[in-house]
């Protein structure tokens, strides 16, 4: 059987790149944020891709990130771990040229005491309280600061994605603040802080999932085809029902096509019949509920059944798709299964 087929447009990347970076001025640099697998789309041609479309600086989550990362794209860009310097980490930064972005006082200390001398970043709590140190942390390593090779200072918005959510500009003021005295390049903007405007800018932004085409970046090209090959169809008359539970019963005579992907796959159950499989252009409802491995669809008003049926497409967009599941496009794109065959093109 043909695999299920996850299209990625490389193409399309590389142009919401260009386009987040039109939006800041051409002193700031503009980096790119490829943690968990680029978002799931694969970190080897995201990364290259990227690169090639200009890009110089990226950020992972993990250390063990960076490595892969690094392997992928060679020694010709920057890349930041957001996690810090994790103890058990320390071989990793230097075999791969990993910078931290120290985010407490420990990794200060701990980072001073195997890595003098090494680029690092410091990360900042401006208000979102997940990451960073806060002005006092801050304070009570100034004394290590001359000694450290720090590159960059960042922090991160909570509530970017709102903008007219106040923590915004409270964040811009915090962040402000405990940088003032600091001559270091800072970065403050994911996708979200990007759109807010030039205030938000500094130095380097970091957009993320804009690059894959999410929102809040709403403008962005699409990136992601997911196509699911149609293993059997079958017809059944009414009063029957589909899948477990028997949740769906037909109401009229009906063609039922059954399709290789699932919740393991990461097509999430709880979206269920919000969610259609398209024929090129024509929607197809599920119906029943969504298994492991298969999903079924009323495929009764297709002329022509095709063999495989698309559940993200330029319609039903990786968004359109977390709104069907009550999610976010960030846990669509991260979920996206390992049984797919990942197709990289560039139109
Ligand atoms: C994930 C992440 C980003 C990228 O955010 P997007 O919303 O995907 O653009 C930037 N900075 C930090 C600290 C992050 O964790």
Redesign the pocket.
């Given at each position: 059987m043909p695999a299920a087929v996850l299209t990625v447009n490389l193409s399309a990347i590389a142009a919401n790149w260009r386009s987040l970076d039109a939006m800041t001025a051409n002193a700031v640099e503009t980096a790119a944020?490829i943690?968990a697998n680029a978002y799931g789309l694969g970190v080897g041609p995201v990364g290259l891709a990227l690169i090639n479309a200009g890009a110089r600086t990226f950020?992972v989550?993990l250390a063990a990130e960076g490595v892969r990362l690094r392997q992928e794209i060679g020694p010709a860009a920057r890349i930041f771990v957001?996690s810090g310097y994790m103890r058990g980490d320390e071989a990793a930064f230097v075999e791969a040229d990993l910078i931290p972005l120290l985010n407490s006082a420990d990794q200060v200390l701990h980072f001073l005491a195997k890595a003098a001398g090494a680029a690092c970043g410091l990360q900042l709590n401006s208000g979102m309280n997940r990451?960073g140190m806060e002005a006092e942390e801050l304070a009570s390593v100034v004394e290590h600061l001359p000694a450290l090779n720090t590159v960059l200072v960042?922090s991160?918005l909570a509530c970017a994605d709102e903008p007219e959510h106040p923590q915004n500009a409270a964040q811009l003021a915090a962040f402000n603040e405990m940088t003032a005295t600091l001559d270091t390049a800072r970065s403050f903007a994911?996708?979200?802080g990007v759109l807010l405007g030039a205030g938000y800018h500094m130095e380097l932004t970091?957009?993320?999932?804009?690059l894959y085409g999410g929102a809040p970046f709403v403008e962005a090209q699409p990136v992601v085809t997911l196509s699911l090959p149609v293993i059997q169809t079958r017809d059944v008359v009414i009063g029957e029902s589909v899948g477990y539970g028997a949740t769906w019963v037909a109401t009229r005579p009906s063609r039922i096509a059954t399709v290789a992907g699932g919740y393991a796959d990461g097509l999430i159950r709880a979206m269920g019949s919000n969610a259609a499989l398209y024929a090129g252009d024509v929607a197809c409802p599920i119906v029943g509920r969504i298994s492991m491995d298969l999903v079924t669809v009323d495929v009764t008003d297709l002329a022509n059944i095709p063999s495989a049926l698309d559940i993200i497409n330029t319609v039903q967009t990786v968004d359109v798709l977390a709104e069907a599941a009550g999610t976010i496009g960030?846990e669509i794109l991260t979920s996206l299964g390992g049984r797919y065959e990942r197709r990289y093109t560039e139109s």
């Open positions: 944020v943690k950020f989550a957001f990451l960042m991160h994911a996708t979200g970091r957009p993320g999932i804009g960030y």
